[in-house]
């Protein structure tokens, strides 16, 4: 997993830091990222570009796994920005973002989200509605503002991991029809809007994809309209946003493609499909978000209480669960999980981890294979790193674990663990002042 590696103490070893050391250090659960291996996955994103020369901007979608410090590594290394929120704009606004390569999404920005953004010089919009040309102009209007857009669409196509399909129809609360005219009315719309420069299209087909098709047939389906658009509209796309969605490995039954080469057959079939329909080569963008830092977490728990059913399962309990990682009880979501501690000793128990949540479905992987468990063990669970801290909550009134970057034998904590007077600080009291 990553560039975890079993060290002499036959300790489980995150980017050169022995996990069980983290464990101690910074208490328990921990999510535990290897910078490096975001900078690897960066700046793979990055040469493909270069290496098939073209236009482009990689933008991280920091919905994943938004932090002071995650923002500032994405700006060293050179990429752009997806937020979706007025909140994800003040983190990077924080992290010293720069603002003219932060792109902002939603498909419902209030008034004074965009006020906000227009008044960072937010560098694109994707516009989301028709509602959303209106308020957008108006505001830029009053600011005396030009805002660069591009508008999302919905191709009628959608990819869950393994499958896709194609539809006439998108029935989405997201983005403009591209098959039902929608696209076209928002087109001569934007012309009409002095304040809106209208930079050209995105959309985004699903998360967790496996292959290849559904991206291209996507990017087809666009390519054919901007033909059209061109002669009918005099409308020329300048940017091609094709969203994220690359699949990584959670369990070994996950085996997608190194995110690149996603990448890189999208890249050719676009080129592809413009030359054949005698377009100019727009800018290509895309924004990953679970490729790049996903397989960068582990989460570190402490193993605490278990329980037999006879004859049907053991139960072993962690000191998380649900409230740092959602994903297994919301999406059925798989992980692999190993014994930080015990990395040499087999693991030929089967044995279901389960949250410490008040609730049922608080479970974290079902039958997994560990060494038997004991008090007092580091659980491991990999690929962690996406989705994990950024959909935590404070369920039961368990404060929100800490993060911690590893790389090169160091570590540094970016996120500190809440206290208990976290978790108070906006409360009032019934009576009195
Ligand atoms: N762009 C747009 C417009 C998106 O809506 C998303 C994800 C992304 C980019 C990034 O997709 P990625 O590369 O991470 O697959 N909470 C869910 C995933 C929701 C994804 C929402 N949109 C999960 O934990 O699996």
Not at 49 to 65: G, I, M, P
Not at 148 to 176: C, M, W, Y
Request: hydrophobic share 40%; charged share 20%; with cysteine.
């Amino acid at each position: 997993h990553g560039t975890s590696q079993i060290n002499q103490q036959q300790h489980l070893q995150i980017g050169g830091v022995d996990a069980v050391t983290l464990a101690q250090t910074y208490g328990t659960p921990l999510y535990v990222y290897d910078t490096s291996f975001v900078r690897n996955r960066a700046q793979a994103f990055k040469e493909t570009f270069a290496t098939e020369q073209v236009k482009a901007q990689v933008a991280y979608a920091s919905k994943a796994f938004a932090t002071v410090a995650m923002y500032q590594l994405m700006h060293e290394e050179g990429l752009s920005l997806d937020v979706v929120s007025a909140g994800e704009l003040y983190t990077a606004v924080q992290a010293g973002f720069p603002a003219e390569r932060i792109h902002f999404h939603g498909n419902n920005k209030t008034e004074a989200e965009l006020r906000y953004a227009i008044s960072e010089q937010v560098g694109c919009y994707v516009i989301d509605n028709f509602d959303e040309i209106e308020l957008l102009n108006r505001l830029a209007s009053e600011m005396s503002a030009t805002v660069n857009a591009l508008i999302r669409v919905t191709p009628g196509v959608e990819a869950h991991t393994h499958e896709f399909i194609t539809t006439g129809q998108d029935d989405s609360k997201f983005g403009f029809g591209l098959l039902n005219g929608q696209t076209e009315a928002a087109i001569q719309l934007l012309q009409t809007k002095a304040h809106i420069n209208h930079k050209g299209i995105h959309c985004h087909i699903g998360s967790q994809i496996f292959e290849m098709d559904g991206f291209i047939t996507a990017a087809d389906r666009i390519i054919t309209k901007m033909a059209e658009w061109q002669m009918t509209l005099n409308y020329t796309v300048d940017v091609l946003n094709l969203g994220g969605g690359f699949g990584i490995h959670y369990t070994d039954e996950d085996e997608p493609l190194a995110p690149e080469t996603y990448v890189r057959h999208i890249i050719q079939a676009v080129k592809q499909q413009t030359a054949a329909l005698g377009l100019d080569l727009p800018e290509i963008w895309i924004e990953p978000g679970r490729s790049l830092v996903g397989e960068a977490g582990t989460t570190l728990y402490t193993v605490g209480s278990s329980k037999k059913v006879p004859g049907i399962r053991q139960y072993v309990a962690v000191d998380g669960g649900m409230g740092d990682n959602i994903r297994p009880a919301l999406y059925e979501a798989k992980y692999s999980a190993a014994l930080a501690n015990r990395m040499n000793e087999p693991a030929d128990t089967t044995v279901s981890i389960a949250g410490k949540y008040c609730e049922s479905g608080d479970m974290l992987i079902w039958d997994a294979q560990l060494p038997q468990p004991v008090a007092g063990d580091v659980l491991a669970m990999f690929s962690t790193g996406a989705y994990g801290y950024s959909m935590a909550s404070n369920y039961n009134r368990v404060p929100r674990a800490a993060v911690v970057f590893v790389a090169d034998g160091q570590h540094r904590l970016v996120v500190k663990r809440e206290s208990f007077a976290d978790l108070v600080r906006n409360d009032l009291q019934l009576r009195g002042e």
